[in-house]
């Protein structure tokens, strides 16, 4: 999509009618073009087609006053925003003051720009900026040149702390964009061991010895996205639900969170729910659920539309334990959601958890339509391979209740052929050896009952461990002990 459609169409209530506003502020007996391209936008979406735009408000077909028009739209929707929003963030306000200060620099009003770098100087040292305080530091430094009032080595010191700071927060932040990454790119089916996992629990552990630190509400919300994301990535849920509980209780009572790290106790609040989920606490999870909605909407529902998908998620998930028809209900809800269309992971979760739960109330004919819809989506296509993988494993399992083992021969070459390098991954023995369990039964007709494969079922579910029991879309274990009861 368009940048300057995907500004207009980002815009809320507010925003549209504050822009309206703004633009109106230029009285003209012409009509507006910059306002009918706006409504043209707004009114046709994502169907708006550019070239019906340019006919319609150049009718001689020249492009080129169209583009123009479209950049001086981009810079008033620009100008409106920052505008409007001047004040409303402490990090937007301490950036613009910031801002504020150089343009008074750039004029040579020097006691106005040490006046707005002390007011941004302030502000970044309450929300703990420390890449702002940086830039601040350099320009009193630069202004202590013009200025007799200020002494430079005062600002040379704290420029130097800062930097000790920084330097520190800077490795645990490159090294937690490291794991994260490696957590979404994977779908959290990541090989076992991960060095990068052990940096970060050393380097928490050096910061949290650190003297120089100790103390900084930046640094103890650094930690929290440390020592959560290992936890996270060994899959210790106990651990992580106890550690979560003591920290939002101590972040809570210490009154730290606030408007500019409210994603954080979204965030938090989030993890939370998922590590009681997983630890069969559905009932209080649900319960904590009801605490997320709360929280977002918070601050005029700042982040709202972004964690509305890991709300409703946290509903279906636990619902799917304790009231199997409410999480279908809910997910066939979602199907219509607008807004959360727009999620990346919607269709796959909409689709592949109607498939999985249809699996397990034994709908198998719903559970391969819900499935076919997922394959059949444009987005599949930009699915993780371990997780297609495993998809592929859950419709050879449908296949089989369906009877259709005529498919089943083509399906389980096209599987080895396409999922080679998953099938040779040693994180995924157990669907390997779920493969060979397959085709020995209902390809080559071996008994179930026999003591070679009753032998081989039991090395099978003595491979089970909490990573696996993650990674599996249905449970394994169980559906060949069904088997082996028919």
Avoid at 51 to 77: M, V
Avoid at 298 to 310: I, N, S
Wanted: charged share 30%; hydrophobic share 35%; with cysteine.
């Amino acid at each position: 999509m368009d940048t300057l459609n995907q500004m207009i169409l980002g815009l809320n209530k507010e925003e549209i009618r504050f822009y309206k506003i703004y633009s109106s502020r230029i009285s003209s007996n012409q009509p507006r073009k910059d306002i009918e391209l706006f409504d043209l936008v707004r009114k046709e979406r994502e169907v708006f087609d550019e070239d019906a735009a340019i006919a319609k408000l150049y009718p001689d077909g020249n492009k080129n006053p169209y583009y123009r028009l479209k950049n001086r739209l981009k810079s008033d929707l620009s100008k409106c925003l920052i505008l409007q929003h001047f004040d409303n963030e402490d990090q937007t306000q301490a950036i613009n003051l910031y801002n504020l200060a150089r343009h008074y620099m750039s004029r040579n009003l020097y006691p106005l720009a040490e006046h707005f770098l002390g007011k941004a100087e302030k502000r970044a040292l309450a929300i703990e900026n420390l890449e702002l305080l940086d830039l601040i530091y350099t320009e009193f430094i630069r202004l202590s040149q013009e200025l007799l009032s200020i002494n430079p080595e005062t600002y040379i010191l704290k420029r130097q702390e800062n930097e000790t700071r920084l330097k520190s927060l800077r490795q645990i932040d490159d090294i937690l964009a490291t794991v994260k990454y490696r957590l979404k790119i994977t779908q959290n089916f990541s090989p076992v061991d991960n060095p990068v996992v052990d940096m970060l629990q050393e380097t928490v552990q050096q910061l949290t010895d650190s003297k120089e630190l100790k103390g900084s509400s930046a640094l103890r919300f650094k930690i929290y996205q440390a020592v959560s994301q290992i936890l996270l990535q060994q899959h210790d849920y106990p651990n992580l639900e106890d550690y979560l509980r003591v920290t939002y209780a101590d972040f809570e009572k210490e009154k730290l969170f606030n408007r500019s790290n409210h994603q954080t106790k979204l965030q938090m609040l989030t993890y939370m729910v998922n590590a009681l989920f997983k630890n069969d606490k559905s009932e209080e999870s649900l319960q904590w659920a009801e605490k997320l909605k709360t929280a977002m909407e918070e601050f005029d529902r700042l982040h709202f539309d972004r964690f509305l998908f890991f709300y409703y998620n946290s509903l279906v998930i636990n619902y799917s334990k304790v009231d199997m028809e409410k999480a279908i209900s809910i997910l066939r809800d979602l199907e219509h959601n607008e807004k959360l269309k727009k999620t990346p992971f919607y269709i796959v979760f909409v689709y592949l958890n109607l498939s999985i739960f249809h699996f397990d109330l034994g709908d198998y004919r719903e559970s391969i339509k819900r499935l076919n819809q997922l394959y059949h989506h444009e987005r599949f296509a930009n699915t993780a391979d371990s997780l297609k993988f495993r998809i592929a494993i859950l419709e050879i399992l449908i296949r089989l209740e369906l009877g259709d083992t005529d498919f089943l021969e083509y399906r389980m070459k096209q599987i080895k052929k396409d999922f080679k390098e998953q099938l040779e991954n040693q994180e995924n023995v157990r669907e390997a050896m779920l493969l060979d369990l397959i085709s020995d039964m209902f390809l080559k007709g071996r008994s179930l009952r026999s003591d070679e494969m009753k032998d081989r079922i039991k090395l099978f579910t003595k491979t089970t461990s909490p990573r696996s029991e993650d990674a599996e879309l249905v449970n394994y274990n169980r559906w060949l002990e069904q088997k082996l009861k028919a």
